[in-house]
Nanobody
Framework: EVQLVESGGGLVQPGGSLRLSCAAS????????MSWVRQAPGKGLEWVSG????????SYADTVKGRFTISRDKAKNTLYLQMSSLKPDDTAVYSC????????????WGQGTQVTVSS
């Protein structure tokens, strides 16, 4: 079965950085586009960033563009989100997401990792 296990979240001060990781298993990682999404308390799901199956193309929500970088390591079956210049509004549970094959549609969400940005 598909498994997506996020790690790397924690408490960080505004302006700080964190790198999130997502360990993927149960599917051929290199065949699928992946994304990061987030949910803040009382708010809906927000798409954050996505990367194509080969890792050569990435896109970002306007709210994080220029601050976050998505990447993937084929050999390690791992997706990353490098977050810099963090803001309190970035506080959320961050989940990695597997897309349907060849699709922008989101198929499977991980459990998520908490990111808290606070002074």
């Amino acid at each position: 079965e598909v498994q997506l296990v996020e790690s790397g979240g924690g408490l960080v001060q505004p302006g700080g950085s964190l790198r999130l990781s997502c360990a993927a298993s149960g599917f051929t990682f290199s065949d699928y586009a992946m994304s990061w999404v987030r949910q803040a308390p009382g708010k809906g799901l927000e798409w954050v960033s996505g990367i194509n199956s080969g890792g050569g193309y990435a896109s970002y929500a306007d709210t994080v563009k220029g601050r976050f970088t998505i990447s993937r390591d084929k050999a390690k079956n791992t997706l990353y989100l490098q977050m810099s210049s963090l803001k309190p509004d970035d506080t959320a549970v961050y989940s990695c997401v597997k897309h349907f094959y060849g699709s922008i549609w989101l198929e499977y969400w991980g459990q998520g990792t908490q990111v808290t940005v606070s002074s």
